[in-house]
């Protein structure tokens, strides 16, 4: 049931790389966490080993009308991943104008699949403000935003902590209460990197979920389309990831025991199916 959403107003500060890795970070800590993907790059599957050639996925279903439980792809690491899909330029427009006439589009079967109280759910989001993000911003129980130590993440921290980046006035000071910051890619090595991560640390106080350091290991697990825990456990940003994972268990509610029915309609994903591979 709790809803996780990493966004950003800035891009290439790795919400992606987050979402994957700490959804795994959760599926390892005994959590069973579903990671959809609402950015159009369609790349939250790279991370998780999803075929190029399988470009398949839920928001691509939307726009044709289709279930997009049937996008479902159970992945190697544990963690359930509904990838974006991929679409063309007009597609994609499409979509946002449908999603921005009617949010109710992402919203149903997000409610649904947020009726299975034993299921986190951990939504990547395209940078800066969407149509998708907006419809999604309700459901939301914590916002993870990403930041770089550098000089224009730092700039954008007002924007970021107040929470005007997902909103205004009222509205905006209620989403910065559901909160927290990860501050990303810091290098000690740096002079600029590591005063830049230290400041904004001092500054955020509780609303700093954690740090993780620029580690090349990182890439290299992207590039080989592997979990960073899997791919490198003893990096420096897969310790710093496990420590994240412990923070964000530590907001969430204790896991209902699955056996215990939900209310409402069935849920759109069969958990009698989960641990099964797709591809
Ligand atoms: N801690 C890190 N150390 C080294 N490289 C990193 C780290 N975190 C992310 N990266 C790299 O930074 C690049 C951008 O990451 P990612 O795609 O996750 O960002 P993003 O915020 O999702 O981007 P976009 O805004 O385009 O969706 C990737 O190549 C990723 O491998
Ligand atoms: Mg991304």
């Given at each position: 049931m709790p809803v996780i959403c990493l966004a950003s107003p800035k891009g290439g500060v790795g919400k992606t790389t987050m979402s994957a890795n700490l959804a795994h970070a959760l599926q390892r800590a005994g959590r069973r966490v579903l990671a959809i993907d609402l950015d159009p790059q369609n790349a939250l599957r790279?991370?998780?080993g999803v075929p190029l050639e399988d470009t398949g996925g839920f928001m691509a279903r939307l726009t044709a009308g289709v279930d997009p439980g049937g996008a479902l792809r159970e992945t190697a690491s544990?963690?359930?991943?509904?990838?974006?899909?991929?679409?063309d330029m007009a597609s994609s427009l499409a979509l946002a104008v449908a999603i921005e006439r009617n949010p109710e589009q992402?919203?149903?079967?997000?409610?649904?699949?947020?009726?299975?109280?034993?299921l986190v759910i951990i939504i990547d989001t395209p940078p800066g403000p969407s149509h998708a993000l907006a419809a999604v911003i309700p459901l939301v129980d914590t916002f993870v935003a990403v930041l770089l130590a550098d000089a224009a993440s730092t700039a954008l921290l007002p924007q970021v902590e107040t929470g005007a980046f997902l909103g205004q006035g009222t509205l905006a000071s209620l989403f910065a209460s559901r909160l927290r910051i990860i501050i990303n890619?810091?290098?000690?090595?740096?002079?600029?990197s590591f005063t830049a991560a230290e400041a904004v640390a001092r500054h955020l106080g509780p609303k700093l979920l954690g740090a993780v350091a620029r580690d090349e290991a990182m890439s290299e697990a992207l590039a080989y389309q592997r979990l960073l825990l899997d791919f490198a456990p003893a990096s420096r940003a897969a310790t710093d990831?496990?420590?994240?994972?412990?923070?964000?268990?530590?907001?969430?509610?204790?896991?209902?025991?699955?056996s215990q029915p939900a209310a409402g309609p069935p849920?759109?994903?069969d958990p009698s199916r989960w641990g099964q591979r797709s591809w």
């Open positions: 790279l991370h998780f544990g963690v359930a991943l509904l990838p974006h899909g991929a679409l992402i919203t149903a079967p997000l409610r649904r699949l947020m009726a299975d109280p034993g890619q810091v290098d000690q090595a740096s002079r600029l990831l496990g420590a994240i994972a412990q923070a964000l268990v530590a907001l969430l509610p204790t896991p209902v025991a699955a849920p759109l994903l």
